[in-house]
């Protein structure tokens, strides 16, 4: 089992690179099952669950070439034949995101069959309501033996209203839309900039979209697409962490190749917290000396706190001088990190959906366990101060959607190695 050695103390210094967006390359590669021709798709991360994706599309038939580079990191998906159009199980448990092949699949087929994702360690995340809008779009809807089968001749549009904002149902129901007869309206839609990510590609692919990026999208459905190239944004998840990974070290850090303008809330809080925030062009440069301030935060769907950074900011106002609240309030167990911050030297009171931190504490090393993607990121961050060496385990987790992490720290000065092997090539230690 893979584990993450962490010496604490070393402030980073220099420059830190974003990848490409996980949460936007998912939906775009599953966007490609909408077309016959090629898609090509630039600034893909290499991340675990970018493979995982992969195996899917290929197990229902599709080509698909991943290739990384120095200079390029793409990927080119030709689903010529779709022979097999089922998401079966062995690849859907380790990836809940494979519920985005379900519009795209019914929509160029006619039938889809995705394994129910099971629990996961954030919460029920349950995916009733890319059901009922696919309903509302005139798919019949069984559920077997653990299987969902959704069946329709042709999708048509319809009017719907989200009862809760969803990212990925909005997104699997936009490439529903796109080749259904006539005209649908999704009201109360997720903003995050991957759905806006997506409805570029989508766009580029010959569908007609309008007001990705707010709350109401129109759709007008046309008959094909076809293929198209897309580069995928910056990963605003992965920025927002080297930004608190430079803070929390008291350093001096250039996350260079993100998107400042999808940061907002996050550069709002830092701001508050003490923390000096530099926007130049691509690039963020972020330093601290010491004296960080507490403050709260609350999770909200975009433009609001972004749930996907809760458990790193949770880390950083561990060394922030007073009482800070935060509330979570996307999902309802997103809290693993607090046990693990709690064994290193915070403290963290639950109550609730809410965390009371009292700042700051010295942290010390300790063996930790991670629990899901984001949480495993916290715990690097709180190993990254933390006085002596902390032992991190189950950093597969931190494999879905960082790329080699340890590497791009270890570059501005972190105390990091692997033990076992690097998701892509063998560990160097
Ligand atoms: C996506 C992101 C994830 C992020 C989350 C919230 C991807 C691949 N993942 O997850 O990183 O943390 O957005 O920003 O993009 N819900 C229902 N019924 C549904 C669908 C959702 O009740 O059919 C609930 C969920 O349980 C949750 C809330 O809606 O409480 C928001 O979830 P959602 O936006 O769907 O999260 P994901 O799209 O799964």
New binding site residues.
């Given amino acids: 089992m893979d584990k993450f050695v962490i010496r604490g103390g070393n402030p980073l210094l220099g420059s830190i690179r974003v990848s490409g967006a996980k949460?936007s390359a998912?939906p775009c590669m599953a966007a490609a099952i909408l077309t016959e021709d090629e898609v090509i798709l630039e600034n893909i991360p290499q991340v675990r669950d970018i493979e995982t994706e992969r195996k899917l599309l290929t197990s229902m038939g599709a080509e698909v070439e991943l290739g990384y580079g120095r200079a390029q990191h793409r990927t080119s998906i030709r689903c010529a034949v779709l022979s097999d159009p089922v998401a079966k199980y062995e690849i859907v448990k380790t990836m809940?995101?494979s519920s985005l092949v379900l519009g795209p699949l019914v929509a160029r087929t006619g039938l889809a069959r995705v394994a129910m994702p099971g629990g996961c360690a954030i919460?029920?995340?349950?995916?009733?309501?890319?059901i009922k809008g696919l309903e509302a779009m005139g798919a019949r809807i069984t559920q077997e033996h653990g299987y969902l089968e959704a069946r329709a001749d042709h999708l048509r549009g319809a009017h719907i209203v989200w009862e809760?904002?969803?990212?990925?149902?909005t997104e699997d129901l936009l490439m529903a839309a796109v080749m259904a007869e006539g005209e649908t309206v999704m009201e109360n839609c997720?903003r995050?900039p991957?759905v806006t990510d997506l409805a570029t590609l989508l766009t580029a692919m010959g569908a007609k979209i309008e007001g990705a990026g707010t709350p109401t999208i129109r759709v007008r459905g046309v008959e094909k697409l076809h293929g198209a190239r897309h580069r995928i944004n910056p990963d605003r998840i992965e920025a927002g962490t080297f930004l608190i990974a430079g803070a929390i070290t008291g350093g001096d850090l250039n996350v260079a190749n993100c998107e400042p303008a999808h940061l907002g809330a996050l550069l709002s809080k830092l701001e508050l917290c003490g923390v000096r925030c530099d926007v130049n062009g691509d690039t963020i440069r972020v330093r601290s000396e010491g004296g960080l301030r507490a403050a709260d935060i609350s999770t909200e769907e975009y433009p609001g706190f972004?749930?996907?950074m809760q458990a790193q900011f949770m880390a950083l106002v561990t060394q922030a001088e007073g009482t800070s609240v935060v509330a979570e309030n996307?999902?309802e167990n997103r809290f693993m990190h607090v046990q693990e911050l709690i064994r290193m030297g915070a403290n963290i009171r639950v109550d609730g959906r809410t965390a009371i931190i009292q700042g700051k504490t010295q942290l010390s090393s300790a063996a930790v366990m991670c629990s899901d993607l984001r949480a495993s990121a916290s715990l690097v961050l709180a190993a990254l101060v933390a006085e002596g060496e902390s032992i991190l385990d189950r950093v597969y987790h931190i494999d879905r959607g960082y790329e080699r992490i340890e590497e791009k720290l270890r570059s501005v000065g972190a105390q990091i190695r692997r033990l076992g092997e690097v998701f892509g090539k063998r560990a160097a230690s």
């Fill in positions: 949460n998912l809940r995101a919460g029920g995340r349950p995916i009733d309501l890319h809760k904002i969803s990212v990925t149902g997720a995050e991957e972004p749930t996907d996307i999902f």
